[in-house]
């Protein structure tokens, strides 16, 4: 399960020595396929990250659980390939203190897609501030 406890400053350490940048599509919800729906809709209501293969494709997924208000928004900002390990970082956006936002629960999730691999994703989780 994951959780947004990081900072956007500690992701630096993110891009590790002799890390390779591995090209990522993000995926709107409406776009993705049903399996990576389907993985979405069950996990939403807590802070979760996973992992789904079809033939061609490896789709990385985050929820970041139910938030109260609207004004949250979860995007993936770097896939590399470190070692033998495959790194995703998500980064949840909070609304600034004082912004406008829709007041109605709210579920942000996101996915993208790279090309199939078998190699073990590890998922960095940070947080930053609004806009």
């Given at each position: 399960?994951?959780?947004?406890?990081g900072r956007l400053g500690a992701l630096a350490?993110?891009?590790?020595?002799?890390?390779?940048?591995?090209?990522?599509?993000?995926?709107?919800?409406?776009?993705?396929?049903?399996?990576?729906?389907?993985?979405?809709?069950?996990?939403?209501?807590?802070?979760?990250?996973?992992?789904?293969?079809?033939?061609?494709?490896?789709?990385?997924?985050?929820?970041?659980?139910?938030?109260?208000?609207?004004?949250?928004?979860?995007?993936?900002?770097?896939?590399?390939?470190?070692?033998?390990?495959?790194?995703?970082?998500?980064?949840?956006?909070?609304?600034?203190?004082?912004?406008?936002?829709?007041?109605?629960?709210?579920?942000?999730?996101?996915?993208?897609?790279?090309?199939?691999?078998?190699?073990?994703?590890?998922?960095?989780?940070?947080?930053?501030?609004?806009?």
């Amino acid at each position: 399960m994951a959780t947004f406890a990081g900072r956007l400053g500690a992701l630096a350490l993110a891009m590790t020595a002799g890390a390779t940048p591995v090209p990522f599509t993000p995926l709107p919800a409406r776009e993705a396929p049903p399996l990576v729906r389907d993985w979405i809709r069950a996990h939403r209501q807590s802070p979760a990250t996973g992992v789904v293969h079809d033939a061609a494709h490896t789709y990385l997924m985050a929820t970041a659980g139910e938030q109260p208000t609207g004004g949250y928004a979860l995007r993936f900002t770097e896939v590399v390939l470190a070692g033998d390990e495959i790194v995703a970082t998500v980064v949840l956006t909070r609304p600034r203190p004082g912004a406008p936002v829709t007041m109605a629960l709210s579920y942000p999730a996101t996915a993208a897609r790279i090309g199939r691999t078998e190699r073990p994703v590890v998922f960095r989780t940070a947080e930053a501030p609004g806009p």
